[in-house]
């Protein structure tokens, strides 16, 4: 029986082909570096990012000193105080950051959690949704929109976070997975600037979602960008 050696970071197999094909490996540290070269072999946006397993060498440092990866932490959920919160302007459910804490720039806040279904089973349920007035919670999982994320059943924290256009104060990511399958990214939020306590979180959804706003009583986006535009208009 082969042991695999602590000295290889990284290094995932495709089951799919059924010989235990070996897809890419990195001796060390995920360093930048290292990463790097990983998203060009696997044919990937450099602004990827990817989730080292227990055998890299950062996992082991942990131990040492107490305080754990980027990676590591992702992988545990949430780790700052947010709360759910009812918006006052018709926007339904949001996500804000508790009383007494505050978020740094470039923090991960969580990973969009749902089911993993075709862009063809997304469009089918879009419409169903739509005509029930659910609600939409479907999140392309990369840019080539074969397969989506939906969080109407089942959810992470992240699905209560609202869509802004022009003052967005967190972004979404993407990183590879230990499969290394870039079909199926993990898909989190990050923070694009320092939050304070009581501060609603907001990232653009790449397409407008418009609502019926309580105060025009008009159709159209409800971020509060949006808003102020579509009043002055009318």
């Known amino acids: 029986m082969n042991v695999e050696s602590r000295g290889t970071a990284i290094r995932w197999f495709d089951c799919r082909s059924g010989k ?3 897809l890419n490996s990195f001796d060390g540290a995920c360093t930048p570096n290292s990463l790097k070269i ?3 072999n696997q044919g990937i946006p450099s602004s990827w990012m990817s989730y080292c397993n227990y055998l890299c060498e950062c996992r082991s440092k942990q131990i040492l000193n107490g305080k ?3 990676c590591a932490l992702a992988e545990e959920g949430a780790h700052h105080g947010l709360e759910v919160f009812e918006t006052s302007d018709g926007r339904g459910f949001g996500l ?7 978020i740094k720039k470039d923090e991960t806040l969580c990973h969009y959690a749902g089911e993993i279904i075709t862009s063809k089973e997304a469009k089918r349920r879009d419409h169903e949704n739509s005509e029930s007035r659910i609600g939409s919670y479907l999140l392309d999982m ?3 929109r074969q397969y989506c994320i939906d969080a109407t059943y089942f959810r992470s924290a992240a ?4 869509h802004s256009c022009a003052e967005p104060n967190c972004r979404l990511f993407r990183a590879l997975g230990s499969h290394l399958d870039a079909n199926f990214p993990h898909l989190g939020l990050r923070a694009k600037e320092d939050i304070g306590e009581l501060t609603e979180l907001t990232f653009n959804y790449g397409e407008k979602p418009e609502g019926i ?3 025009c009583h008009g159709v159209h986006c409800l971020c509060r960008h949006c808003k102020e535009l ?3 208009r009318n």
């Open 38 to 40: 990983l998203h060009r």
């Open 142 to 144: 990369d840019e080539k």
């Open 20 to 22: 235990g094909k070996q």
């Open 230 to 232: 579509n009043h002055e």
């Open 96 to 102: 804000r950051v508790r009383k007494g804490a505050t």
């Open 213 to 215: 706003c309580v105060e």
């Open 159 to 162: 699905a209560f976070i609202n």
């Open 68 to 70: 754990k990866c980027k």
